[in-house]
């Protein structure tokens, strides 16, 4: 069993930051590519950004230069610092990672931290 643990989301007025962690743990082999996803009221889940174990970083081009992506493979913890947040920005955010325990990569997701961003 694995399990994806999220935290940092909340409420933020325009122009601010906040940081979202995910820790993974349970039965872990490896962890290849981690990364963070968005699903605001009535949208598709979306990808906001993903990261390598050797530290490769992809972004959606609606957050690129605002958001970063970050992990710590010691800490089996991905990381991902918000800047510049504005209204759009407004979803739950989901951890994702791809797991290997006695096996082929599995994909698994968190449960979802709110990050509401308003006046």
């Known amino acids: 069993q694995v399990h994806l643990v999220e935290s940092g989301g909340g409420l933020v007025q325009p122009g601010g930051s906040l940081r979202l962690s995910c820790a993974v743990s349970?039965?872990?082999?490896?962890?290849?590519?981690m990364g963070w996803y968005r699903q605001a009221p009535g949208k598709e889940r979306e990808l906001v950004a993903t990261?390598?174990?050797?530290?490769?970083?992809n972004y959606a081009d609606a957050v690129k230069g605002r958001f970063t992506i970050s992990r710590d493979n010691d800490k089996n913890t991905v990381y991902l610092q918000m800047n510049s947040l504005t209204p759009e920005d407004t979803a739950a955010y989901y951890c994702?990672?791809?797991?290997?325990?006695?096996?082929?990569?599995?994909?698994?997701w968190g449960q979802g931290t709110q990050v509401t961003v308003s006046s």
């Open positions: 994702n990672a791809h797991v290997s325990w006695r096996g082929p990569f599995e994909n698994y």
């Open positions: 349970g039965r872990i082999f490896s962890i290849n590519v």
């Open positions: 990261i390598t174990t050797g530290g490769q970083a």
